[in-house]
């Protein structure tokens, strides 16, 4: 089981935040497409599951990839075991998906920046993220560990890499996108 070893942040100084990144790797420019799946009436996503259908496009290419997360096994960073699995036809597991009952719950789009660098020998990725619909800028650092024993040292990888951007324990927060586009769109 890999679990997502990730803690975000609400970014003050995006300029600054970006040049730290850049000193460490070259970035790569991407917008998500994401579609969140529910099923009406039994909690599912509500229970903090998450089933993503997602398309990220790039300069260079398109992915789908369709993710499930089960609910957080560390409430303080949200984090979460993940499973992810690229996709050749989104549209045919779109349909395998309302086949079983799930229905499509919340589609939105955001702007990544993403960087890709090894710190305290943990692969990281840590993305600078807009939404449209929520207002500044989200840095999200994650790495996996494949055990919950070793989500304690990834996380403290993490929080490293945070606070040498400048980023501090009070800009931390555990609210989800999906969370603050439904509100901002009064649903």
Known sequence: MSIEAELKA???DPQ?????LASRADVTQAVYHDTYYDRAGDGFMS????????????QD??????????PAVDEASGSKPEFETEVADPEAV???LEGLGYRP???????????EFEHDGHPMLATLVTVPEIEGTFLEV???VEQEDGLSAALDAVRGVLHE???NDDDLTTELYTDAVKRSRGA
């Open 10 to 12: 609400r970014v003050g």
């Open 94 to 96: 779109a349909a395998i």
């Open 165 to 167: 951007l400048g980023i």
């Open 61 to 70: 290419s398109v992915r789908h990839l369709l993710t499930f997360k089960a």
């Open 142 to 144: 994650e790495t996996v």
């Open 16 to 20: 600054t935040v970006r040049a730290g």
């Open 47 to 58: 229970g903090g599951r998450e089933l993503r259908l997602r398309t990220i496009e790039t």
């Open 105 to 115: 719950a919340l589609t939105f789009s955001k702007r990544c920046e993403n960087f």
